[in-house]
């Protein structure tokens, strides 16, 4: 998969060096490059911003550079899934990482300020090859998308194949189904500061854990809701 992410701080995107996705990129599974929007500027100051028409706080970032630099993409590749960073976009969950991680090219813009113009979203909507999905990671204000694009990039490429050392870790897994929270796990030894490993995981009755674990992730969902 192809992973290009447009932002002002194309820096923030290093720790996709280390661990498993460090791995999957010198493995070639991900091809994951960074793009400095101001790279796509036409005056002197580079500027990316300008004030909000109709007033008010803040600034708003020119849909031109953001324009040059997705055409850039489009050059060489012709069919993108295009994501928009915005706490306004529509929420981020595991099935929306499950279908991603079916594309071919994942392109990150990393809005900062108050946003990128509305018509950037707007004309990629109506571009031949482009599907254009506006996403939130969640209720609260980022100062902008590099933060939540590494999140989502984090949640799809460990659905690649080949990612994860273990796929039955991926089956077992929380939101696979959903809102079954996984079961609490433990390991040696046995007794840590006066606290116990639960004695039905020492039985070696599987049928009885199995019981367990699933009455625990149950409870644990009914906690976070
Ligand atoms: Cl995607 N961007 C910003 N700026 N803030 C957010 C967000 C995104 N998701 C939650 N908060």
């Not at 007033?55 to 550079?65: D, F, K, T």
């Not at 990393?110 to 113009?117: A, L, P, Q, S, V």
């Not at 039955?168 to 606290?195: C, I, M, Q």
Request: aromatic share 8%; hydrophobic share 35%.
């Amino acid at each position: 998969m192809k992973v290009t992410a447009i932002s002002v701080f194309p820096e923030y995107f290093s720790p996709l060096e280390l661990s498993l996705i460090g791995k999957a990129r010198t493995q070639s599974l991900i091809d994951f490059r960074s793009i400095n929007l101001r790279d796509y500027t036409a005056d002197n100051h580079h500027s990316v911003d300008g004030t909000p028409y109709g007033g008010g706080a803040g600034m708003v970032m020119m849909a031109e550079p953001w324009g040059k630099a997705i055409d850039s993409i489009l050059e060489k590749d012709e069919e993108i899934d295009l994501i928009i960073l915005s706490p306004a976009g529509s929420k981020f969950n595991q099935r929306r990482a499950e279908q991603l991680s079916r594309a071919s090219h994942l392109v990150f813009a990393c809005g900062r300020y108050e946003g990128i113009d509305a018509r950037v979203g707007d004309y990629y909507r109506g571009v031949k090859g482009v599907r254009v999905h506006e996403i939130s990671i969640g209720d609260y204000v980022l100062n902008g998308g590099e933060v939540a694009a590494l999140v989502i990039i984090e949640a799809v490429s460990r659905l690649i194949p080949g990612v994860i050392g273990n796929p039955a870790s991926l089956d077992e897994e929380s939101h696979n189904e959903v809102g079954a929270l996984e079961y609490p796990t433990f390991t040696k030894p046995a007794k840590w500061r006066d606290l116990d490993v639960p004695e039905v995981l020492l039985s070696g009755n599987h049928g009885q854990i199995k019981k367990w674990r699933q009455e625990e992730a149950k409870r644990r969902s009914n906690l976070s809701q």
